[in-house]
């Protein structure tokens, strides 16, 4: 018994590594498989016969020979399934759709007026049933929903405290669960920035990274080794409410002096990020100056974070990507004599490649590596 159960296990992780050969390097061929694999071809044959029959390969004709028969192309079926990913934010639900490369199909943004807990998750159902309504059709439907929520998220999916909501212990992954009869996915919206980030834009050559997601508040995710880390509790990123003011002013978490305070979207005491931003492109001084000043602050929080993790590369990402140009001098000065230059030779720093939408990606990668890893019948 214990051979079938290791005979059965080693056949699922031969399939899962042609599958994942087949996604990255189509079109391939199975010879090309067998020799990038270190599988026999029978093997090969055999595991790419069944990924076509459970319609996630596809044969798409004849390529060059080099000497022989021209081999028979494979590619991965990339709209067998779709993901949604969200983006649960203060002042907006953001939902995506995308195909299981990750690219995206269908995109839709809502605005968000109110925190109150009933109206917002009413709100957050709807926009998700109206992206599955909008999905193509194809063999496995939405393969999973992934979210990413501005606050402190568990390992069961339960949001534990999101102090921009002013929520506590709200258990969101049962609720859409339940709604959807769907895989569901939960997780702090920097750490599914960071994880998007990684798969999809600026971090794919690196593997040691802190993203940080700036939006109305501040939130980080951290990659060591090219996976997040966690901390003991599955708790960590939360630097958003690290202290840079020793008597600052009162933050939602309850502390004082949080660095979200001072380097976030919502920052300015006199102006909200939009006006701010359209003052700076018109060339108002106030608008430039304000920038500035959130470019410092963040500069300070960064200085910290390189002397502290001293990362390959750190991400800026969200909502602030949009005023890169206003506020990069300020933040490369801040951290130039801030951060120990032994620390700093060593980190890049850059904005997010996938600008506003890192966080949606993450989370539509949460629903796609789900649907590959899960144990179920399209895979053994």
């Known amino acids: 018994m214990k051979t079938t159960g290791d005979q059965f296990l080693v056949k699922k992780i031969n399939k899962s590594i042609v599958l994942d050969t087949i996604r990255e390097h189509s079109p391939i061929s199975r010879a090309a498989v067998s020799k990038m694999t270190g599988l026999n071809k029978g093997t090969v044959s055999s595991l790419v016969q069944e990924l076509i029959d459970n319609g996630l390969i596809l044969e798409i004709g004849t390529g060059k020979s080099s000497g022989g028969r021209k081999p028979v192309m494979l590619l991965f079926h990339e709209t067998a399934g779709y993901a949604i990913g969200v983006e649960l934010g203060v002042s907006s639900i953001r939902t995506i759709l995308t195909n299981l490369n990750g690219d995206m199909i269908e995109e839709d943004q809502r605005p968000l007026d109110t925190t109150d807990q009933d109206q917002v998750i009413e709100r957050l159902f709807s926009a998700i049933q109206a992206m599955i309504e909008r999905t193509p059709s194809s063999r496995y ?77 501040i939130g980080t995710g951290i990659m060591i080794g090219g996976e997040l880390f966690r901390g003991a509790a599955g708790l960590s990123g939360e630097m ?15 502390n004082k002096g949080c660095w979200e305070l001072y380097a976030s979207a919502s920052a300015h005491p006199n102006f909200d990020f939009k006006t701010l931003l359209r003052m700076a492109s018109d060339g108002d001084a106030d608008g430039i100056r304000g920038f500035y000043e959130i470019g410092e602050y963040l500069g300070i929080g960064i200085s910290t974070i390189i002397n502290t993790f001293n990362p390959e590369l750190i991400i800026i990402g969200n909502q602030i990507s949009r005023a890169e140009r206003y506020i990069t001098s300020a933040i490369q000065q801040t951290v130039a004599s801030r951060s120990l230059s032994y620390h700093r030779k060593h980190t890049t720093i850059r904005f997010a490649q996938l600008e506003t939408r890192s966080t949606l990606l993450g989370a539509a990668y949460y629903a796609i590596s789900g649907f590959f890893s899960k144990d179920r019948a399209t895979l053994v």
């Open 141 to 217: 439907g939405i393969v999973g929903i992934g979210i990413g929520v501005p606050g402190i998220v568990d390992e069961k999916g339960q949001i534990l405290f999101a102090p921009n909501l002013d929520w506590e212990h709200v258990d969101l992954h049962t609720l859409v669960s339940e709604q959807f009869g769907l895989p569901v996915t939960i997780d702090n919206e920097a750490n599914a920035g960071a994880v998007g980030e990684l798969q999809y834009g600026a971090g794919r050559s690196a593997s040691n990274i802190v993203y940080i997601s700036v939006s109305e508040g």
């Open 240 to 254: 958003g409410h690290m202290t840079i003011e020793a008597n600052g002013r009162k933050c939602r978490c309850g």
